[in-house]
């Protein structure tokens, strides 16, 4: 068997991947897939912990007219959903799943206790952190960097719908560039739309690396895990 890569991983999961091609709700094939994957990479003795969007129901922006704390209160709870939904087809697989939430709801999960996230991974338990920091107006890219530094994980791996970090929309332009590694720097000073600027700050104060690659092909999840070169680095 190979040998992974990393230790312990934070993976971020945008809500839009589990929709697949439906670009609503969540689409069971795509999450059954997405779970076989990391199902494999769980496999490699790697310790995963999860930070999941909520794009596929609500985005706190869409609520045109409402009190952005609301809308992003109710995109912390779409968040939930999702964790819910990969908390069961993961156990589905016979994988120990712990789902935490930044929002306290004790009847379908446990809240984040750091001590007790920490405890969970270093049993092979994978955990799902929900509902991003529990603060609005923060993205849960920024609870994915908040987690890694928290956890000590080693790396944000940052599972999306487009293959890697480009110079521009690939969807818009066709003869957009992929970039193969960048810093966090340059991140910040091109603007370049692959986290905000408060998760992209927080990896680089932490040293934090964050891998982009491509959720389409599942198989990616494994392949980032044992260090192929896929999609963007960012150091």
């Known amino acids: 068997m190979s040998k992974a890569k990393y230790k312990r991983v934070v993976l971020k999961i945008s ?3 589990l929709a697949g091609d439906k670009k609503f709700g969540i689409d069971p ?29 609500w985005r706190g922006r869409s609520g045109e007219g409402m009190d952005r704390s609301t809308a992003d209160h109710m995109g912390m709870l779409a968040t939930t959903i999702n964790a819910l939904a990969l908390q069961d087809s993961l156990e589905s697989k016979n994988i ?20 007790r996230a920490i405890r969970h991974l270093e049993k092979k338990r994978i955990v799902i952190f929900a509902c991003g920091t529990g603060n ?16 000590d994980a080693e790396v944000i791996l940052l599972a999306k719908k487009v293959d890697g970090v480009y110079d521009s929309d690939p ?3 066709p003869n957009a560039k992929r970039y193969d590694k960048l810093t966090h720097l340059d991140v910040i000073k091109q603007r370049l739309g692959v986290m905000d600027t408060t998760a992209t700050s927080l990896c680089m104060d932490n040293g934090i ?13 494994v392949k980032v895990v044992l260090g192929e070169k896929i999609g963007t680095s960012i150091t």
Not at 39 to 48: G, N, R
Not at 136 to 151: G, M, N
Not at 209 to 221: L, T
């Open 209 to 221: 690396p964050i891998i982009v690659f491509g959720i389409d092909d599942p198989d990616n999840i």
């Open 136 to 151: 609005p107006y923060f993205s849960t890219d920024t609870a994915a960097a908040l987690r890694a530094a928290e956890i």
């Open 171 to 173: 969807v818009k332009n």
């Open 96 to 115: 120990p799943v712990r789902v935490q939430t930044a929002i306290e709801m004790r009847q379908i999960a446990e809240p984040y206790i750091r001590r």
């Open 15 to 17: 809500g839009e991947a």
């Open 29 to 57: 094939k795509t999450l059954d897939n997405i779970t076989q994957s990391i199902k494999k990479a769980h496999e490699l003795d790697v310790e995963i912990a999860i930070v999941v969007g909520g794009g596929n129901f």
